[in-house]
């Protein structure tokens, strides 16, 4: 396959994910938000800007934080690199370029969803039926990639588009925990008050992993569970373990010249994931541990780029 | 509902009409096609004709607009109703554009080589040598089997007459066969009883000839040619097209930027590494191919291909240099190289044309604007150009005074009465103008499918069929 080729299927995969999980995190903080004291209210409303990295550029536009303009900002904003809005139209580029080398109906899936995007109305938005927009975004999301997973042919093509899905995925599961925690962890010996309560199926909900808590664990909510949960549970698909064994599978097919940095990286990854502790990573430092994920992870993505899509 | 066609042809078009003769009757190849028509409910065929739109945008046989942003996309319109040659008239047909093809390359590699037509004295030594499409380049250069185009797509247009004429040799990057073959597709899947009714000459190989055209124009050695689609990118009008034929024939489309040489052979970046590239089916023009060569400016080309190209290291399809061959200038001579090359008079005749270069030509022409059509040599869609019939005499006589500054930048020609098909447009069926592209393949042989695109012009008494300014396509039958 053209490395060419090979870089669109993988930032096409990315920002259709990183659209994914850009609505679940803004559907659980209006959710928080509501129900959130003033004090937290503040720190509710700027996590999303903390996790997808664009507090800077937010206050640049706006002098104050609110639920509508973060919507705003973060939903619609063109002028936002990270926005929905501009992740849906970088996937649909890139589809766009290469759309003779995936199928027809990822082509079309992609096309749809940019063409119906550009037609929302920011005020219906950003008001009281967000939440049928960010379900709409999720939608999108699923539909993509199950006419992914249905149509395309088991070959370079579907290796990248994963590899581009779940490197996205961990990178997106581990920010949303970090920021969370910070917001949640001083407040742990409260557990079990009903405003902790909603924080944590919040953020459990954010991640579809509110009902798997439940029929896991059978129990009330302890901070260290869900970590261990997001974390570790390889059967929890948005887990940082179930994505970097999707990862791991998806780079092992691939093949590649002088990819050795690239396989053996993600190879480690998987493996901590599999003989990790969560006491131990508690003990550690939660926020050190996901830092130190999160530049692994960041560090995967730049040798696959190096592997096999760069043309030098 | 045929009479009604038939009076419409005969109030509208007093030309030649595909489908009927000038007493009223069906032509021969067309009569099971009339019948077919006066059966069907009016209104089965907006209904059939609504389905090929939709059909058409799903499958993405569009023309992209450039600077588009909407993901939308223009379809070029599809006419329903087929245009139909008689296989005796194709043969003739067939056997015209292989000898005026062989006669081009014939005359591409003399140029570049002893240049013995120049000697001869049968075409100006000056005219092909300081044309701005002459690429010195090329001088000396050894292709396989001696061919230069591999790819040529001649318009062909039929006169009040009834005799075909060629309008034009394209033989750099001629496009359309996509439509060609979806067009095909398209009838097949609307109308599968009309197939019934005729035996229509399969086009569905296309992409398997051009492949083994361009296999065949490997560099000596290379035993299983790896081939490639070069495109400038999905910006450009004829993208599609592009994307088609590589898909169709299981090749890479690559961009300039997939390519690179090293050691004087062409690689592509893949996932896996760098891999060799020996034939490049390019749909850039010439100036854009090679930064290093030709523009400096050009991001769409590839530094050092015309070097690993002059090593023979790479085969290019079409070669650097055939624009020499096809533009108006050199136009009036091909007869000429099919005599001097061939030994044979031309099947296909030339559309008479003046070269005002030559006295004679030019007071003829001069004394005649009225009822002639001049063109520029070099110029293309329809720019700076009179056509004396439609023109003011005021606008004849600024264009007189344009001739007189430069008489050698301009050829004339009658004025064309393209014939007419039967055409579904706003108001019903109507006569509309067409022409009609083969495409002709030159590798170890030369090979063509039977018939070609069909363009034709949709506006009442246009003559204009290019799809840039509103013409549409229709699917082209040879039946026995």
């Given at each position: 396959m053209l490395s060419r080729v090979g870089d669109r299927i993988f930032w096409m995969s990315r920002f259709m994910e990183r659209a994914e999980n850009t609505a679940r995190i803004l559907g659980v903080t209006s959710n928080v938000v509501l129900c959130s004291t003033p004090e937290t209210q503040e720190q509710n409303l700027l996590a999303p800007l903390s996790i997808t990295g664009t507090t800077d550029e937010y206050f640049e536009r706006h002098d104050r934080i609110s639920l509508p303009a973060l919507i705003d900002f973060i939903g619609l904003d063109p002028g936002n690199p990270s926005s929905i809005y501009t992740c849906l139209k970088l996937a649909r580029d890139n589809a766009h370029a290469v759309r003779w080398q995936i199928t027809s109906e990822m082509w079309e899936t992609l096309n749809a969803a940019w063409i119906e995007m550009r037609s929302f109305r920011r005020e219906s938005v950003t008001g009281p039926d967000a939440t049928r927009f960010f379900d709409w975004v999720k939608d999108r999301s699923h539909l993509f990639r199950g006419v992914t997973y249905g149509t395309i042919m088991r070959g370079e093509a579907f290796n990248f588009s994963r590899l581009g899905t779940f490197l996205e995925r961990a990178d997106n599961t581990a920010r949303i925990l970090d920021v969370k925690y910070h917001i949640l962890l001083p407040r742990v010996e409260d557990v079990g008050g009903a405003l902790d309560y909603y924080q944590w199926t919040a953020l459990l909900r954010s991640l579809s992993a509110f009902e798997t808590y439940r029929g896991i664990y059978r129990d009330q909510i302890y901070p260290i569970k869900v970590a261990e949960l997001l974390i570790l549970d390889s059967r929890m698909p948005r887990s940082l373990a179930a994505c970097m064994e999707e990862v791991h599978h998806a780079i092992a097919r691939v093949h590649g010249q002088s990819d050795q940095p690239a396989k053996r990286l993600a190879a480690v990854l998987q493996a901590r994931l599999v003989h990790g502790d969560i006491e131990e990573i508690f003990s550690g430092g939660l926020h050190e541990y996901l830092t130190d994920f999160l530049t692994d992870v960041n560090e995967l993505g730049q040798r696959v780029q190096r592997a096999y899509l760069v043309t030098l | 509902m045929t009479t009604n066609v038939q009076a419409a042809v005969k109030g509208e078009a007093p030309g030649y009409d595909e489908m009927y003769e000038a007493g009223g009757g069906t032509r021969g190849p067309y009569e099971a096609l009339a019948r077919w028509l006066a059966d069907l409910p009016s209104d089965r065929l907006i209904e059939k004709r609504r389905e090929a739109d939709l059909l058409f945008h799903r499958v993405g046989i569009t023309f992209a607009v450039y600077g588009d942003e909407d993901g939308t996309e223009r379809l070029i319109p599809f006419d329903t109703i087929p245009r139909i040659i008689s296989r005796a008239e194709w043969r003739l047909l067939e056997q015209g554009l292989r000898q005026r093809v062989t006669a081009l390359n014939r005359f591409l590699h003399d140029i570049y080589h002893g240049q013995e037509i120049l000697r001869a004295g049968v075409i100006p030594a000056e005219q092909v040598l300081t044309h701005d499409a002459y690429q010195v380049a090329m001088a000396g250069l050894d292709l396989p089997h001696q061919v230069y185009c591999h790819i040529a797509g001649v318009d062909i247009v039929r006169n009040g007459d009834g005799k075909y004429y060629v309008?034009?040799?394209?033989?750099?990057?001629?496009?359309g066969v996509s439509y060609m073959l979806e067009n095909r597709r398209m009838m097949m899947r609307l109308f599968p009883e009309l197939f019934g009714l005729y035996n229509v000459a399969p086009v569905e190989h296309y992409p398997q000839l051009l492949l083994e055209t361009l296999r065949a124009s490997a560099p000596r050695g290379v035993r299983d040619p790896v081939v490639v689609v070069l495109t400038p990118g999905q910006y450009n009008s004829a993208y599609f097209e592009h994307a088609f034929l590589a898909q169709q024939m299981g090749v890479e489309l690559v961009e300039a930027s997939d390519l690179c040489v090293r050691e004087g052979h062409v690689f592509m970046h893949t996932t896996s590494g760098h891999q060799r590239v020996d034939v490049i089916y390019r749909r850039i023009d010439d100036p854009y191919l090679d930064p290093l060569a030709f523009r400096p400016d050009s991001v769409l080309g590839v530094p050092g291909l015309l070097a690993a190209y002059r090593l023979g290291n790479v085969a290019l399809s079409n070669a650097i240099g055939t624009g020499v061959a096809d533009d108006k200038s050199m136009y009036p001579y091909v007869p000429e190289m099919i005599r001097f090359y061939l030994g044979e008079e031309p099947v296909l005749e030339n559309v008479r044309t003046w070269q005002l270069r030559n006295p004679d030509d030019l007071r003829y022409v001069l004394d005649h604007l009225p009822e002639l059509v001049v063109k520029e040599v070099q110029g293309s869609g329809g720019y700076g150009m009179l056509i004396g019939p439609t023109s003011s005499r005021g606008e004849i006589d600024a264009f007189r005074e344009r001739i007189r500054a430069n008489p050698s930048n301009y050829i004339a020609q009658p004025t064309l009465s393209l014939s007419t098909c039967p055409t579904y447009v706003e108001q019903g069926i109507a006569p509309r103008h067409l022409d009609l592209r083969p495409f002709v393949l030159s590798g170890r042989e030369v090979k063509m499918v039977p018939g070609g695109l069909t363009r034709v012009?949709?506006?009442?008494?246009?003559l204009v069929v290019n799809s840039s300014q509103g013409g549409g396509t229709k699917d082209t039958w040879v039946v026995d």
């Open positions: - | 309008l034009e040799d394209n033989l750099r990057t001629p496009s012009a949709l506006e009442k008494g246009s």
